[in-house]
């Protein structure tokens, strides 16, 4: 998604120069000679490196989005069944706006998990399994748990709507029938025999015209020759007039009768009809085949099985024209004959599978123009004007473009002000394009977006004041960081830039800066810096693309890779010892990298390389590791391991234990006894359970490994005897650590100081791994709680400028400023952080300030969105319950 919604013709980008050679036109040169030509010369930097202005991203984005949070909880407190699954789903927009993944998935779950019709369990179900596409390596895997493949199953759905028929029960045989009561249906030249009371009490029109003052309530032969019905169908028509049951028939002689039943009215004959069609629909083509014909007929049950085998086969699907042709061309009451009332959760499904394909599309726009339609509240109209207006951006239909824009803007939704200042840039008004984000800045609650998108119309000077308080205000930003890098090159050194982009590097792993590096390491000659940023980046993204794509990243590495020394596996093995033990986790993931590439086993690498990813809160890039580590197990008990921490990964605790007992079945080992450790540790048994994990790691110490993994296991080791209380033992197992070069264990060790009261060891424990640690935000953070309260402001203060994301620096701080009695200045410090980062403490926090001062509405508000984040967080149930009861 990164090149998506990059500006490209629809605003200025901030460039030194064209980028106007090959790339392998400065890469295969003689080895020695990488890019001599460029010295440290700035200008030469002009040519490679781009800085894209920052797209306007299609999601919604409201200002306070505490408040929006607060009020859709509070809405799912009180509101009826059928409207949950809609709050949900705006919950949802809300966390993918803020960029939280996870909030956001749990978001669709709970909207499927809430659904209150079929059609919502269909649509959020199959954007479970489209989300989860990633998965299908290891779908036998995870179709083991019921749990998590029930959102992936084709639903029986004809069994759970409702049904109109009646049940009739055959009292007479056709042959023994009356004179007066039977009446004959001619259709050529058969005669089917059918009770005149009976087939009247089909529907009320076939009731007037046999026992009405029509002509046909007079005649016992009745001519149905002209109304397109065969014989077989009347029977079967006849049949159902005492059973109320249809026989198994064919598709075509079910559509005769479903016409019939259309045509007359019959409501129990048309629900048969539509149920024991649905069942017939098992293909696309079958599907395409019987939507058009359910829509003509109104056939709600038949619309809806062709529905799903549509939704279960996306992203495919939409490649169909036939597909897309159908889903663009219904009107508003076939869309309710389709989907029902979930018109636009259905459209939000298929725009974003449209927009994940192509953004720029016919069919992209055309999918945003039926949810614009199918909004029904101003919260959906904003969210749905704003990406419709997106898309008309990237496709230069700027008039359109700004009309959309401006009626998200005026139904609340502020961020769409962004494109219109990119639209009156495009046309000229570069002074109107600053004054609208002057004026929305003054206006509302200032955030770092806004200041970021009025640099882009700002001249040099103010363009960096803008910059730098965007980056003040929201440090997740990364043009700001990109800007700024580019910007240094020209106007101090190459080593200015790469200071700057190292300060997003030390917290975000964002490719776009990995290969702005990349390029800064090529212009100082550091050839095996750059190598190992594009391994990196290959690693996180296996098909990156560089300069605007177009070259591959693995075309680059292969290039790069003839300017550096290649290492032996065993001075692989080593390089991965120090940077492991120097906690250099990009640099460890380079040497992984490497090694992959050689004849090292494979397995092993690809699960190192799923722990790296994990520590860089790179989720997705670890769980593609761990497949490939599944796939490349040297052994059934070394798969059985990697298949345990899948399970154990996706939330499968229990099912992860089982494979570590059935892989220690097969042979005791290492991974194995550490793999049931972890879990065991991590699932909040008994106390009593400590016993069990100190005797687990014990025995997986015992088993062969390398010293990175045992180090970890003593580490863990350690932990567990501090929460007993066995201190000494507890140490000995960190020191054993540190023997073996874990650095990570001063923190363990630096605990155990503390609690036998000796801070100013554990500072000093600490002030050892802060100097062998790479990265080391963490380690700042924790010595903060061994020393006195200016050391730890001072610490804080560099957490805060290393890891900005990291939440304990704020709660810190606006506790010390309460302790003061300076409340406005204490709850100032949250608000600056959850601004940016919507974290469950920090709104906890600051809901408790609230309180305190008497703010009861803010801090009722501040509760319930802390509720959207956890909604299961006791502590912050009990004082949601405590301040709801002080509301007047």
């Known amino acids: 998604m990164r090149k998506l919604f990059f500006s490209g013709s629809s605003c200025k980008e901030t460039q ?60 799912l407190e009180s509101c009826p069944p059928d409207e949950r699954s809609n709050l949900y789903l705006l919950q949802f927009q809300v966390f993918r706006g803020l960029g939280e993944l996870k909030l956001s998935h749990r978001s669709l779950r709970s909207a499927w998990e809430k659904a209150s019709t079929i059609y919502e369990k269909l649509i959020f179900g199959a954007w479970l399994k489209y989300e989860k596409q990633g998965e299908e390596p290891i779908s036998d895997l995870l179709a083991s748990c019921y749990k998590c493949s029930q959102e992936f ?20 045989d056709l042959n023994g029938l009356q004179v007066s009561s ?23 029109p076939l009731h007037r015209m046999l026992n009405g003052g029509f002509m046909e309530s007079q005649l016992d032969v009745i001519d149905m020759s002209q109304n397109g019905i065969s014989p077989l169908a009347m029977r079967a028509i006849c049949e159902f007039s005492f059973s109320g049951r249809l026989l198994d028939l064919s598709p075509d002689i079910l559509l005769e009768i479903l016409i019939f039943a259309n045509k007359f009215c019959c409501n129990g004959l048309k629900d048969a009809c539509d149920r024991k069609l649905a069942s017939f629909v ?3 083509q079958d599907a395409i085949d019987f939507m058009e014909c359910a829509l003509e007929l109104d056939s709600s049950i038949l619309a809806t099985s062709c529905l799903q085998v549509f939704l279960y086969e996306l992203p495919q699907c939409l490649s169909d024209e036939r597909v897309v042709k159908i889903f663009c061309s219904t009107n508003k009451q076939q869309r309710s004959i389709m989907v029902g009332l979930a018109s636009f959760s259905l459209y939000s499904l298929l725009s974003e599978v449209s927009m994940s394909n ?21 919260r959906q109209k904003q969210f749905a004007l704003h990406k419709l207006g997106c898309v008309k951006l990237l496709r230069k239909e700027y008039s359109e473009a700004e009309r959309l824009f401006n009626a998200a803007f005026a139904a609340g939704h502020v961020y769409s002000v962004a494109g219109l200042a990119r639209l009156a840039h495009l046309r000229g008004n570069k002074h109107l394009a600053h004054k609208k984000l002057s004026s929305v800045i003054s206006t509302c609650l200032p955030l770092g977006w806004m200041y970021q998108e009025r640099a882009l119309h700002s001249d040099d000077d103010n363009k960096w004041k803008d910059l730098n308080k965007a980056t003040e205000l929201d440090p997740t930003l990364l043009y700001p960081y990109m800007f700024r890098a580019a910007s240094l090159i020209n106007k101090q050194s190459v080593e200015a830039g790469l200071m700057e982009i190292n300060r997003i590097l030390g917290f975000k792993l964002a490719l776009e800066c990995l290969e702005i590096r990349f390029c800064l390491h090529l212009a100082l000659e550091d050839y095996r810096a750059a190598l190992r940023d594009v391994q990196v980046i290959l690693t996180l993204s296996p098909d990156y693309r560089m300069f605007e794509g177009r070259v591959a990243a693995k075309q680059l590495q292969i290039l790069v890779g003839e300017h550096v020394e290649h290492w032996t596996t065993a001075e692989c093995w080593l390089q991965l010892y120090d940077r492991w033990s120097s906690v250099d ?15 090292a086993p494979k397995g092993v690498l690809y699960f190192r390389q799923s722990l790296l990813l994990l520590r860089l809160n790179c989720p997705e890039a670890a769980m593609r590791s761990l497949q490939l580590a599944r796939q490349h197990a040297a052994s059934e008990h070394e798969r059985l391991v990697y298949e345990g921490w899948i399970l154990y990964d996706t ?6 234990l089982r494979k570590a007992e059935e892989s220690i079945s097969l042979q005791r080992s290492f991974e194995a006894f550490f793999l049931k450790a972890y879990a065991l540790a991590d699932s909040g048994l008994d106390p009593s359970s400590s016993a069990t994990v100190i005797s687990l790691l014990e025995d997986a110490l015992k088993c062969p490994s390398d010293r990175l993994r045992k180090g970890q296991a003593l580490n863990n080791l350690g932990s567990v005897y501090v929460d007993c209380g066995k201190l000494d033992l507890a140490a000995e197992c960190y020191i054993s650590a540190l023997k073996i070069r874990h650095t990570r264990a001063h923190q363990g060790l630096a605990r155990v100081h503390f609690l036998r009261d000796d ?18 935000a963490s380690a700042y953070e924790k010595r903060s709680e061994y020393c006195e309260r200016e050391l730890t402001k001072a610490d804080l203060h560099m957490v805060t400028k290393l890891d900005p994301l990291r939440v304990y620096p704020y709660r810190y701080r606006a506790a010390v400023l309460m302790d003061n009695h300076k409340e406005r200045e204490a709850i100032a410090e949250l608000t600056r952080a959850i601004a940016f980062k919507p974290d469950l403490h920090l709104l906890h926090l600051r809901a408790a300030f609230h309180e305190h001062v008497g703010d009861i509405s803010s801090a009722l508000r501040d509760c319930r969105a802390a509720l959207s984040v956890d909604p299961n967080h006791q502590e912050m149930l009990e004082l949601h319950n405590r301040v709801n009861s002080q509301e007047p």
């Not at 004959?184 to 529907?203: H, N, P, T, V, W």
């Not at 986790?585 to 004849?599: A, H, K, N, P, T």
């Open 182 to 204: 039977i009446v004959y249906f001619e259709i050529g030249d058969q005669r089917i025999a059918c009770d005149r009371e009976k087939i009247a009490a089909l529907s009320t």
């Open 651 to 656: 939330g499968h605790c229990e099912e992860g």
């Open 358 to 378: 192509n953004p720029r599309s016919e069919v992209t726009a055309s999918f945003l123009e039926k949810l614009v339609e199918s909004a029904t509240d101003n």
């Open 585 to 599: 986790d990009i640099g460890s993931l380079s040497v992984i990298y490497q090694m992959l590439e050689s004849d």
């Open 759 to 776: 801070r100013n060891a554990a500072y000093e424990e600490m002030t050892k791994l802060i100097e062998k640690a790479r990265n080391n």
């Open 153 to 172: 199953r084709l639903l029986d759905f004809v069994s759970q709507v409702s049904s109109e028929e009646v049940e009739r029960k055959s009292t007479r």
């Open 282 to 284: 098992s293909s696309r």
């Open 16 to 75: 030194l120069h064209s980028m106007n050679m090959n790339p392998q036109s400065w890469l295969k040169v003689e080895r020695g000679k990488l890019l001599k030509f460029y010295g440290h010369s700035p200008s030469s930097m002009d040519s490679l490196i781009k800085v894209p202005e920052p797209p306007v991203l299609p999601l919604f984005k409201p200002v306070d989005h505490v408040e929006v949070l607060a009020a859709i909880h509070e809405e």
